[in-house]
């Protein structure tokens, strides 16, 4: 097999081998646009050189033979001191990761060349502002030479001629810039600047395989999830030079804003320049658009190949061109990067321009996308100057004053201030000062590091990596670079969508995704991204397979779950039923002294119970709702053990006795628990305490019958909480039915009211046959189940031990985060298969928060399931994720 491939040989489908680079110059070259010619080293060739530290035995061979054809076609040698050749030598990986790895242009210069290219080019200041950027070039990359000697090199020629770049110099000026450089880089590496051009070319392929292993991509790769093992391919590619002078130049181009979407011309042109330049920002770019009156021939030129390959890659398209002397070249394409608004709006423009389906559309967005268009957003007209850049690590839009410690954090947020809280780095000590704040700035670690975790978890705006920003808690301040200074309540806002730190107040805007949506689907919308959004979401809707239903504990919840466009309440919580003042009866109910004082207490929680379902069930007519029993630990409705010993402490100090407190102290130490979550919860408590599972069944039938008696169309069911056998299943579900019976008779209604499990504790998945026959539904409660498989206390650990689990890779991202399909999706498929086994007609969803996650309801669907239910506003990221999973 072959290390190298002419650029004649691959196509776009080869981005493995060939990189992203390679395979798009490759494409382009069979299309016919305008690339200069050159081959591909394949990533092949870079994994053996990382692996061996060697250049894989052949390839310097291949390489030579290339080279040759190359040198045949273009009738010039590569460095021919007459005539040269001269080469890029540009890194290219499968995803592309910009300005991670290096590129060294002009490879072919050396003390002799460079009076030849001068000579057949007719231009000395061309030809040595060329060997200029090689050397330049070559002691960055190959010797990683520090800038500031190469600075140091160049500056007095700049002060000399009061200049501000080495494009400005005179050529003399330039000559001395170049024997600098040469006494920089034989100093620095204790050898001469190398003149042979073979071994400038195979210097700089080795330079490029090892960028790949540069802390600075290693760091890229762990935050973009982009696999350590794949290496770059290399491209060599003949130089076309843009910097001879002004009817020259070199630009990007998009074929669409990548910012919004709006079709049109986009991008940025420099005359009489080369590479790096545009994007560098030393120098200013002009419009794209510009290019029409600089050199229109080149610029119908360019819009044409721009059109041709938007229609071959039938997307977004990004461009790299350079003009030399109104000659156009296309230097690289791939489908570019765009922001989430521009996700929707492109891909149906796309579907409207016929280049599309409707099912490409809907893969080419994702619910992740959805997601940060639902946050409310920094207003995009303002002028609030920006403080510094960083890793945009948690989303959302944050306005507050700035806090250097977790202490002040809480003081300024307890005084009814908004803070922003700025750390070096955070660790478990700064969590309540987390806590207090709106949003959260740390100046290092990238997406996985504590602050980035924590705050995700946490639903909190976060920035972290900001290393220009300089703190010094002590003094409690921070220094931006230029100079600026943040001190102890300066105003900041803090955009976690960008990365963006503001200073001063930035106005913020509710998404117009979300008004949509609140306002129901017939609601008067000319807003293009809107529409846009909705378009792709009825399509999900109609391939969808997967149910969405929501998690709603209140008729508000329920409703806007229904306008959000929920089939259903997949999981309703009893907990706040019994909270309030009604904890008051939930102590009587503890404290009661045989049946009937237990009775008297159930009584009276009764009609409590019954008026909040009739409310649910009102506001979800026509849908399924799952009612939850009670499910969290006795103690959560009791009063706190040590407020109660000191209280009875004190009254039997002042010799007022009081029997009641006596007796409630016993009752809260009797059930007091060192471990609460694997304690008396969910359909332990009903088993335990009689009557609180018949209590809530009654209440639950009771208000069903009631609105069916007014003519709505009711469908409760039941859900048993933490079931872990069928023995414990059997006697619940014998116990409801018995009060189903009853409450049917006494009211002639009968309905069908269905009982099914919480799937949530491991030995309920592994016995899923045996409970299936006790049960009508499963439903996954995957926060617990994922917490008792990994034995990870979701509370504490996101915090103390994630961190490091993250950054060590133990696992990618939080398994709370995303459902760990090897691990706890294991158990999920054996349930889902041992309890269709046994019970055919099984419904099966999912109610932990990752039914809601981008990342995992694709297992769901895999795996089977009926529904996913989440939070009201996951429902359309749910509807959207649940599409992508059937196309
Ligand atoms: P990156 O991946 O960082 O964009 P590139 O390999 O694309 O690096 O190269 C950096 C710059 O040099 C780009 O602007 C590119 O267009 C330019 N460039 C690369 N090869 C050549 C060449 N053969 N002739 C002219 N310009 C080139
Ligand atoms: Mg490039
Ligand atoms: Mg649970």
Wanted: hydrophobic fraction near 45%; charged fraction near 25%.
């Amino acid at each position: 097999t072959s290390f190298v491939f002419d650029f004649t040989e691959g196509s776009k489908e080869q981005s493995d081998l060939l990189g992203g680079k390679g395979a798009g110059l490759a494409e382009m070259t069979r299309l016919g646009l305008p690339v200069p010619p050159g081959f591909t080293i394949t990533t092949a060739a870079c994994r053996a050189y990382l692996t061996t530290g060697e250049i894989p035995s052949g390839l310097s061979a291949e390489v030579a033979a290339h080279l040759g054809r190359l040198e045949h076609e273009l009738g010039r040698a590569l460095g021919d001191a007459e005539d040269p050749l001269l080469v890029s030598v540009r890194s290219g990986a499968k995803f592309s990761m910009p300005g991670m790895m290096e590129t060294i242009l002009d490879i072919g210069l050396n003390d002799r060349s460079v009076h030849g290219l001068a000579k057949h080019s007719g231009d000395d200041h061309f030809a040595w502002d060329s060997y200029r950027r090689l050397l330049q070039m070559y002691a960055r990359t190959v010797l990683e030479v520090p800038d500031e000697l190469l600075q140091a090199a160049m500056s007095p020629e700049y002060a000399v001629h009061g200049v501000a770049t080495p494009e400005e110099l005179p050529t003399p000026a330039i000559e001395r810039a170049c024997g600098a450089l040469k006494g920089v880089i034989a100093q620095y590496s204790g050898r001469e600047f190398p003149q042979d051009p073979h071994e400038q070319l195979e210097l700089a392929i080795r330079a490029v395989f090892r960028s790949w292993s540069t802390p600075r991509a290693e760091l890229y790769r762990r935050q973009e999830g982009i696999p350590d093992d794949l290496g770059t391919a290399v491209n060599v590619m003949a130089m076309v030079f843009g910097n001879r002078g002004s009817g020259s130049g070199t630009g990007v181009a998009f074929t669409r804003d990548p910012a919004s979407g709006e079709p049109g011309v986009y991008g940025d042109y420099l005359q009489d320049a080369q590479g790096e330049d545009v994007v560098s920002g030393v120098r200013n770019t002009v419009p794209l658009a510009e290019l029409r009156t600089i050199d229109p021939a080149s610029y119908q030129e360019l819009l044409a190949a721009m059109s041709a390959l938007e229609h071959h890659y039938r997307d977004l398209c990004d461009i790299e061109f350079t003009i030399e002397r109104g000659r156009l070249w296309i230097l690289q394409t791939r489908v570019g990067k765009r922001t989430a608004a521009a996700a929707f709006r492109i891909a149906v423009q796309l579907v409207d321009e016929g280049l599309i389906t409707l099912d490409e559309a809907l893969a080419r967005v994702s619910g992740t996308q959805l997601a940060h268009l639902m946050f409310p957003r920094f207003d995009s007209g303002h002028d609030t100057p920006v403080l510094a850049r960083g890793v945009a690590a948690s989303p959302g839009a944050a306005v507050g004053v700035a806090a250097f410690d977790s202490a002040e954090a809480q003081r300024l947020a307890a005084a009814g201030q908004p803070v922003i809280l700025i750390r070096r780095e955070t660790t478990p000590d700064d969590l309540p000062g987390m806590v207090a704040a709106e949003g959260i700035v740390t100046t290092r670690g990238g997406k996985t590091s504590h602050a980035a975790v924590v705050a995700r978890g946490m639903g909190k705006t976060c920035v972290c990596g900001v290393d220009t920003l300089t703190v010094d808690a002590d003094a409690r301040r921070a220094v931006a670079s230029g100079g600026v200074e943040i001190v102890e309540g300066d105003l900041l806002s803090v955009d976690g969508l960008t990365g963006t730190i503001y200073r001063g107040r930035v106005a913020v805007v509710p998404s117009p995704v979300v008004a949509f949506f609140e306002k129901g689907a017939d609601g008067n919308e000319t807003d293009e991204l809107v529409t846009a959004v909705d378009r792709v979401l009825r399509h999900a809707d109609r391939r969808r397979r997967l149910g969405v239903h929501a998690n709603a504990d209140t008729p508000a919840d329920a409703r806007r779950a229904r306008r959000f466009g929920a089939e259903g309440i997949g999981l309703c919580r009893t907990e706040h039923m019994f909270l309030g003042e009604r904890r008051q009866l939930v102590e009587q109910l503890i404290l009661a002294e045989g049946p009937v004082e237990q009775q008297a207490a159930l009584d009276q929680l009764l009609p409590l119970q019954r008026a909040d379902f009739t409310e649910i069930f009102t506001a979800m007519d026509g849908l399924p709702v799952t009612v939850r029993l009670i499910d969290p630990p006795l103690h959560e409705f009791l009063p706190d053990l040590t407020d109660l010993s000191v209280r009875v402490a004190v009254d039997r100090a002042q010799g007022r006795a009081d029997s009641d407190a006596d007796r409630l102290l016993a009752a809260v130490r009797r059930m007091h628990e060192m471990n609460p979550m694997l304690g008396l919860r969910g359909v332990r408590l009903g088993i335990v305490i009689p009557g609180l599972f018949a209590l809530q069944t009654r209440a639950i039938a009771e208000a069903a019958a009631a609105v069916a008696a007014a003519g709505g169309d009711v469908r409760p069911e039941i859900m048993v909480p933490l079931v872990a056998g069928e023995q414990e299943m059997r006697l619940v579900r014998h116990e409801i039915e018995q009060v189903l019976t009853t409450v049917a008779a006494e009211t002639g209604q009968r309905l069908a009211i269905r009982i099914g499990t919480m799937i949530e504790v491991p030995r309920a998945a592994l016995r899923a046959g045996a409970i299936a026959r006790a049960a009508d539904f499963f439903s996954f409660g995957t926060n617990d189940l994922t917490q008792l498989t990994w034995a990870f206390s979701r509370d504490d650990v996101e915090a103390t031990i994630f961190p490091r689990y993250l950054e060590s890779r133990i696992f990618a991202v939080s398994p709370f985060e995303t459902l760990d399909r090897e691990g706890v999706g294991r158990l999920v498929e054996i349930a889902v298969a041992e309890g269709r086994a046994a019970n055919p007609d099984l419904v099966i969803g999912v109610c932990g928060e990752h039914g809601g996650d981008p990342g995992s309801i694709d297992f769901f669907a895999q795996a089977g399931l009926d529904y996913v239910s989440c939070s009201p506003f996951r429902v359309p990221v749910a509807r959207l994720e649940a599409g992508r999973a059937a196309v």
